[in-house]
């Protein structure tokens, strides 16, 4: 049992972080104290705050990205870093829909998921993600896509009037 020099409670030893000069010491105050203290000085002091945490971005980038990455993951999608490398491997680490090669965990890569259930459905190439995004995940508008695309050639009323002919049949 220890006695906080700030609230003045007596909490167990485990309520205590260890000092940094007195490795067999704990600090004086405890860790609810310590997190308060610490709000109250980001909130004082926001520009120190923010060069402090661009410094140890830049100085730490790959354990930063990563850490943004993993809890981005958990968040939006519910996938542990294990779920997100278990697709990726099982997509052999290219775009479940275009098959372009993606590199693991960069800006490149999207987690595509059904907007309705939650559901993670694959990784995409951010490109093949925003196609996606700007046909609404809507499969009758990628169809009609597709088959515009089959058409050769320009514009005519003949080519108007197979499109009417297919869309009645359909």
């Known amino acids: 049992m220890k006695s906080c020099t700030v609230c003045g409670e007596n909490k167990p030893n485990e309520q205590f972080y260890p000092n940094s000069r007195y490795p067999d010491l704990l600090r004086g105050y405890c860790k609810i ?30 354990r930063s990205d990563r850490s943004q990455r993993n809890n981005q993951l958990l968040r939006k999608y519910g996938l542990t870093v294990e779920d997100y490398e278990a697709i990726f491997t099982a997509q052999k680490g290219k775009c479940r829909i275009c098959r372009a090669p993606l590199a693991k965990f960069t800006h490149g890569t999207c987690v595509d998921h059904n907007h ?24 009758v508008v990628v169809e009609e896509a597709a088959e515009y695309l089959r058409l050769d050639g320009a514009f005519n009323l003949e080519t108007e009037r197979e499109i009417a002919k297919w869309r009645s049949q359909a």
């Open 33 to 62: 104290c310590s997190s308060a203290r610490g709000k109250e000085w980001r909130r004082k002091n926001p520009k120190r705050q923010q060069a402090t945490g661009k410094a140890w971005r830049a100085a730490n980038k790959e």
């Open 116 to 139: 309705a259930t939650k559901e993670v459905r694959g990784i995409l190439c951010r490109s093949c993600n925003r196609a996606l995004g700007f046909f609404h995940d809507n499969a």
